[in-house]
């Protein structure tokens, strides 16, 4: 079964200390994986998909990569207002339609 | 506002009582999913729908869950005999096509008393 594990579960920085986030996964096939911001109270707001190994989205201070096994999301000079949970979603070739989620990281950027 | 909408945003109910959601989707869109979040864990795949045809449900989603999407427009998803484990937040997203990202609405709270 596909998997993602994200990681760290929780993260806090100084406003403008960059830092980035895990997210390995495990799928037959991988169709895209994709990231999404949350917060409290509120639906997934989505941020980028990646499709293969290698390739690089941005926007803004947020940028995300890819590699085979793993995805970062790298934050610079975040701000108190990128606080929030961060998932990471993976979809495979063999898995039908579903999407599979970490658990998030929660981020907290302190003033 | 096109973007994705859930009904009710909160739910209060007593245990043993059915509960109902909707949700509408952008409406380009003909795919459909619903999925559970409770606090700390990622939304977990409850049911999947391709316009009304439903196409795949989780292996983990108990008999007392029903989804409908009549006419491949909006969808509902039913709680029967609610249980305490029922309270999460329900969420329904959507998208355009395969391998395409996914639209998420604001999500129905459920408590469960």
């Known amino acids: 079964e596909d998997q993602v594990t994200q990681s760290p579960e929780a993260l806090r920085l100084q406003e403008g200390e960059s830092s980035s986030l895990n997210c390995s996964y495990t799928?037959?096939?991988?169709?895209?994986l994709f990231w999404y911001r949350q917060d409290p109270g509120k639906g997934p707001e989505f941020l980028f998909t990646?499709?293969?190994a290698g390739e690089e989205k941005e926007k803004e201070r947020l940028k995300a990569t890819l590699t085979k096994k793993e995805s970062f999301l790298h934050i610079t000079a975040p701000k108190p207002e990128d606080s929030a949970t961060y998932l990471c979603?993976?979809?495979?070739?063999?898995?039908?339609?579903?999407?599979?989620f970490g658990t998030g990281t929660s981020l907290t950027v302190i003033p | 506002d096109t973007g994705v909408s859930q009904n009710p945003r909160h739910k209060i109910t007593k245990r043993g009582q059915n509960v109902t959601f909707r949700c509408d989707p952008i409406?380009?869109?003909?795919?459909l999913y619903w999925y559970r979040q409770t606090l700390g864990q990622g939304p977990e795949f409850l049911t999947y729908?391709?316009?009304?045809?439903?196409?795949?449900k989780s292996r983990l989603l108990s008999d007392r869950f029903s989804a409908e999407r009549p006419k491949g427009s909006f969808s509902t998803l039913e709680i029967q005999r609610t249980e305490q484990g029922d309270s999460a937040m329900y969420l329904c997203?959507?998208?355009?096509?395969?391998?395409?990202?996914?639209?998420f609405g604001p999500g129905t709270r459920l408590t469960v008393l």
């Open positions: 997203a959507t998208l355009w096509a395969v391998g395409g990202e996914q639209f």
């Open positions: 409406s380009e869109h003909n795919r």
């Open positions: 799928v037959s096939g991988l169709r895209g």
């Open positions: 979603a993976v979809q495979g070739v063999n898995t039908g339609n579903q999407f599979y």
């Open positions: 729908f391709q316009n009304e045809a439903q196409l795949e």
């Open positions: 990646l499709y293969s």
